[in-house]
């Protein structure tokens, strides 16, 4: 869970400042979406844990490494521009990000293999929202995919 205080260091440490509803959805993580759980097989991981982080060092240490120099994120394969925040990623290296250029909180997915941002949700809500859709019909599918493994067994 993140603190008012860390929230606070880390705009500063990054010199940003976060929009105000991605604030609050950090200051106080929907507690449906951090009991969520994405079944990988060998793990199982929350939200809160990859695609919507709710820890302030994993913020910090996914935005200083997409700003570090000689970085291939980005067409040019410069570091990432400043506007960008990360706030997730897929483990795939991609990543979900803020445009703080903009007002609001609308949610970016980064393409690593296109180098290019695309605006996926309006807001952070609605970004959250669609990781319960897709984490629950991941789990589903997982579960239907082992069933028929077993069945044929």
């Known amino acids: 869970m ?16 976060l929009p105000e509803d991605y604030q609050k959805v950090l200051l106080a993580y929907p507690q449906w ?7 990988m097989g060998w793990k199982q991981e929350s939200p809160a844990d990859r695609e919507l982080l709710n820890d302030p060092w994993q913020l910090l240490k ?5 700003r570090m120099l000689r970085t ?15 706030v997730g990623n ?36 609605a970004f959250a929202d669609w990781l319960a859709q897709d984490i629950k019909k991941w789990n589903e599918t997982r579960a239907t ?9």
């Open 2 to 17: 993140i603190r008012k205080d860390d929230l606070n260091l880390l705009q500063v440490m990054l010199g940003v400042r």
């Open 90 to 125: 897929n483990e795939c290296g991609d990543y979900w990000t803020l445009n703080l250029s903009e007002p609001g909180s609308s949610i970016y997915f980064y393409d690593h293999e296109k180098g290019l941002f695309t605006k996926q949700f309006d807001t952070v809500d």
């Open 72 to 86: 291939p994120w980005t067409e040019d394969d410069g570091p990432w521009p400043d506007r960008y925040f990360v």
């Open 145 to 153: 995919k082992i069933g028929d493994v077993q069945r044929i067994d």
């Open 62 to 66: 996914d935005n200083h490494c997409v």
């Open 33 to 39: 979406l951090s009991i969520l759980r994405r079944d």
